[in-house]
């Protein structure tokens, strides 16, 4: 017996309304494709017009199900003609732009550095620097270069950050603290022969302490001119050789020029005359360390802080001390100075009296928070002397902590001035 039953036709599957769009806009079907009735799939063509022309760019092709191709070619009937040539054929066509992000900004010169650009090989690789390494590359006639060394990597790093380039001027860094005999002139010693051993440029610093300072007397002296000399004869100074002779040079070419020996001298330096040697520093200069005296309301302090780019506060490791560093802070913020102190770095020397007898490590966190950075300069029977100070004889542990007082210094100065 046959039975002849008749079945509903088969369900045409819904299309989501954007693979409808795409076909009536997008898509144009090869109807030999479709007629032709091919095993079970149906080659589309994708157009995608190229954007801001007439033209189509690229092409790519996808499967899709009969239904899907019907579908679409009822849809793209009326735009076939606009899809094909005269003659019928498929037009050529190309991927459109990315247009998912905003295109990347050229690079600039800078970024051919010898780090990206040279294959380091055996060939190119640098010698390494001292101890056993040297001595394996040497020898074994430059044939085993395990390259420099922890210690090695890590003072070149530090040294890198010391050596940060700088646009736009000098940039001026007091040291400074409310309280006498903490340090300054030693802090303003170690940081000026810290930059000037890394650094390529020109390091001053000035000894602007109304009461007899003592920061020349940390240099071989070379000359018995002070800041009263410079100021009396500014108008001959036309260039460096000039200003040159008011200065001390020590070994790491940092120069130093001295205050007034004379007391009755010294209490005349107020403002103007700070601005007029600040000027002629910042012609011939990269860094003006500025060492200041105890008197925070003199006349000179007024004109350290109006040019200052950071500063560094100074700090005993006694009680007293410690709280009057930090009112030095407190005076600043209150006197509308309160960018300077969240940028400070503070030098805790512990060469004073009674460092000892204290927890460093809560002055530490009381300073935490409030400025920066925080550095501790250890005890150096060469800076405990309070003469003069050379910077190779130093023990390496102090002079390690007055580079990285450098390095944090440089770090929050600005690359450039209008920044």
Same mark, same amino acid.
């Given at each position: 017996m046959n039975l002849r039953v008749n079945l509903p036709p088969a369900p045409r599957p819904e299309v989501p309304e954007d693979e409808v769009a795409v076909a009536i806009d997008d898509v144009a079907v090869n109807p030999g494709s479709v007629a032709g009735g091919g095993p079970d799939t149906t080659s589309v063509d994708v157009v995608t017009p190229a954007l801001g022309s007439g033209s189509y760019r690229g092409s790519y092709r996808r499967d899709a199900s009969p239904y899907s191709a019907?579908?679409?070619?009822?849809?793209?009937?009326? @735009?076939?003609? &606009?899809? #094909?040539?005269?003659?019928?054929?498929?037009? $050529?066509?190309?991927?459109?732009?990315? /247009?998912?992000?905003?295109?990347?900004?050229p690079e600039t010169s800078e970024s051919l550095t010898p780090d990206r650009l040279i294959d380091v090989n055996r060939a190119t690789k640098p010698a390494p620097h001292g101890g056993l390494n040297r001595f394996l590359y040497e020898a074994s006639l430059h044939l085993i270069n395990l390259g420099d060394s922890a210690k090695v990597r890590a003072y070149k790093e530090l040294s890198g950050r010391i050596q940060k380039r700088f646009e736009g001027g000098a940039r001026f860094i007091p040291v400074l603290t409310r309280k006498g005999g903490?340090?300054?002139?030693?802090?303003?010693t170690l940081l000026g022969m810290a930059l000037a051993d890394a650094r390529d440029d020109r390091i001053i610093a000035i000894d602007a302490n109304p009461d007899r300072g003592t920061l020349a007397?940390?240099?071989? @002296?070379?000359? &018995?001119? #002070?800041?009263?000399?410079?100021?009396?004869? $500014?108008?001959?100074?036309?260039?460096? /050789?000039?200003f040159s002779r008011y200065v001390s040079r020590d070994e790491t070419r940092l120069d130093i020029l001295a205050s007034d020996t004379d007391p009755t001298l010294s209490e005349a330096f107020d403002d103007n005359d700070y601005n007029v040697v600040a000027d002629l520093a910042a012609r011939y200069y990269s860094f003006v360390l500025t060492d200041c005296g105890t008197g925070i309301v003199h006349s000179v302090m007024r004109a350290t802080l109006q040019r200052a780019d950071s500063v560094v506060i100074v700090s005993g490791g006694s009680v007293d001390e410690a709280r009057l560093a930090s009112e030095t802070l407190t005076w600043l913020e209150a006197n509308?100075?309160?960018?300077?102190?969240?940028?400070?770095?503070?030098?805790?020397?512990?060469?004073?009296?009674?460092?000892?007898?204290?927890?460093?490590?809560?002055?530490?966190?009381?300073?935490?928070?409030?400025?920066?950075?925080?550095?501790?300069?250890?005890?150096?029977?060469?800076l405990a002397a309070g003469s003069v100070v050379h910077w190779s004889d130093l023990r390496p542990v102090t002079r390690q902590s007055a580079r990285e007082l450098a390095a944090l210094v440089v770090e929050g100065l600005p690359a450039d001035r209008g920044h």
């Open positions: 019907l579908l679409a070619t009822d849809a793209a009937a009326a @735009r076939r003609e &606009r899809a #094909t040539t005269e003659s019928g054929s498929h037009v $050529a066509v190309v991927d459109a732009p990315d /247009t998912g992000g905003p295109a990347e900004a903490v340090g300054k002139t030693t802090i303003t007397e940390r240099v071989d @002296r070379q000359t &018995r001119e #002070t800041v009263r000399d410079v100021v009396t004869k $500014a108008p001959s100074i036309g260039g460096y /050789t000039d509308g100075y309160g960018d300077l102190v969240r940028n400070a770095v503070v030098a805790i020397n512990l060469a004073t009296q009674g460092t000892h007898l204290v927890k460093v490590d809560e002055i530490e966190a009381h300073f935490q928070s409030r400025v920066r950075e925080i550095v501790r300069i250890p005890y150096d029977p060469q």
